[in-house]
């Protein structure tokens, strides 16, 4: 159902997206000057809030791992908080909880 960190093409997508999101960079920037514990740059370069790939909205990432993760062959109809509960483990981005809910709707 979600995508496993280890899959490298798919974090070096995420990692590519990051760098088209103005956002995303302006947090990149906090998170270099040591402001916000929270986040953190991987050695790669991925931003990271609590272990969690930090996903941005560039080509409808977000959207993509939403439907991954509604249509997974694992999941019988998750509905929108087994699906929260499952995706903040793995993924973040400023309002995922309302994405998943109006996803699910």
């Known amino acids: 159902m979600v995508h496993n960190c280890s899959e490298s093409s798919f974090v070096g997508d995420v990692k590519s997206k990051q760098s088209l999101d103005l ?4 947090l990149k920037e906090v998170v ?3 402001s916000v514990e929270a986040f953190s740059e991987e050695r790669d370069g991925l931003l990271q809030y609590r272990d969690c790939l930090c996903v941005s909205n560039v080509d409808d990432l977000r959207e993509h791992i939403l439907s991954q993760a509604h249509s997974s062959r694992f999941s019988i ?12 483990e793995v993924y973040w981005w400023n309002g995922i909880k309302k994405d998943i809910a109006e996803f699910c709707d």
């Open 32 to 34: 270099l000057k040591k």
């Open 77 to 88: 109809y998750p509905g929108s908080t087994k699906m929260y509960r499952d995706l903040r």
């Open 23 to 26: 956002t995303l960079l302006k």
